[in-house]
């Protein structure tokens, strides 16, 4: 069976730094996209960034010069190193990835970790 397990959330204050890891678990993977989607309270979810098999990326408006996605395809995990976080970068992130299974891909979800930004 096939997971994603994020870590790395947490409080950091205004200007701070977070790196988030999500880890697909399972032998023989192959995995197409990557991605980051975050949730804010009554907000619906937004993608944040996505990191392509050969690691091309794309950036919410939001995310651009601030959040950098990278990926280690042997260790099977995406990263979203995020600087100079803000107030309004408080949410649940989720990681997302498009895994082959059988004859297509599946698309399946993290179960989702917290970033506060408060002072």
């Known amino acids: 069976q096939v997971q994603l397990v994020e870590s790395g959330g947490g409080l950091v204050q205004p200007g701070g730094s977070l790196r988030l890891s999500c880890a697909a678990s399972?032998?023989?993977?192959?995995?197409?996209?990557m991605r980051w989607y975050r949730q804010a309270p009554g907000k619906e979810r937004e993608l944040v960034a996505t990191?392509?098999?050969?690691?091309?990326?794309n950036y919410a408006d939001s995310a651009k010069g601030r959040f950098a996605v990278s990926r280690d395809n042997v260790r099977n995990t995406v990263y979203l190193q995020m600087n100079s976080l803000k107030p309004e970068d408080t949410a649940v992130y989720y990681c997302?990835?498009?895994?082959?299974?059988?004859?297509?891909?599946?698309?399946?979800w993290g179960q989702g970790t917290q970033v506060t930004v408060s002072s």
């Open positions: 990191i392509t098999r050969d690691s091309t990326t």
């Open positions: 399972g032998s023989g993977l192959l995995i197409n996209a």
């Open positions: 997302n990835a498009d895994i082959l299974r059988g004859f297509g891909y599946d698309n399946y």
